[in-house]
């Protein structure tokens, strides 16, 4: 089911440039998006989106791969920077190769890693090429 459809609320109907998407969109119309690779791989759905309270940046899509029916998929954080919305195709693009997910550092459903670490959201965002809004966030109250 894409954005489109989980819009409960009507704000994605407007054809005349007003409302509030595709550049601000409901979080909740986000989860179960689908996320495909640059090619074309199917990589899974958003399952939880991660804000960073104190700055109120998106820092996460969290994703599910693999698995049949939930049984035995991975979850894995993508740093929100990541993600491109692909507004032809109601999804997210996540410009890897489908190889590079299944090696990725995932977690299972269990048991979550602490996000708000810094030394794993710069191991996450080494791996993915972006740069932390968490450390954006944490140099600037230092400055």
């Known amino acids: 089911m894409n ?12 054809n005349d440039g007003d409302g509030p998407g ?10 179960g998006n689908d996320v495909y690779s640059r090619d074309e791989t199917d990589l899974g759905d958003i399952k939880e989106i991660m804000l960073d309270t104190a700055s ?3 820092c996460y899509a969290v994703l599910s791969y693999g698995g049949f029916l939930g049984v ?3 979850l894995f ?3 929100w920077k990541a993600l491109k919305l692909d507004t ?5 693009i996540l410009d890897v190769d489908s190889s590079k997910l299944e090696s990725a550092p995932g977690f299972d459903k269990d048991k979550w890693p602490n996000m708000a670490d810094e030394t794993w959201a710069s191991s996450i965002h ?5 740069h932390s809004i968490q450390s954006d ?5 230092h400055s």
């Open 3 to 14: 954005y489109q459809e989980r819009d409960t609320y009507g704000m994605y109907n407007s």
């Open 56 to 58: 109120g940046n998106v």
């Open 88 to 92: 032809v195709n109601k999804r997210f």
């Open 22 to 31: 595709p550049r601000l969109m409901g979080a909740d119309t986000l989860i």
């Open 126 to 130: 080494s791996y993915y090429g972006t």
């Open 137 to 141: 966030s944490h140099d600037s109250n």
């Open 77 to 79: 954080a993508v740093p």
């Open 72 to 74: 035995g998929e991975k």
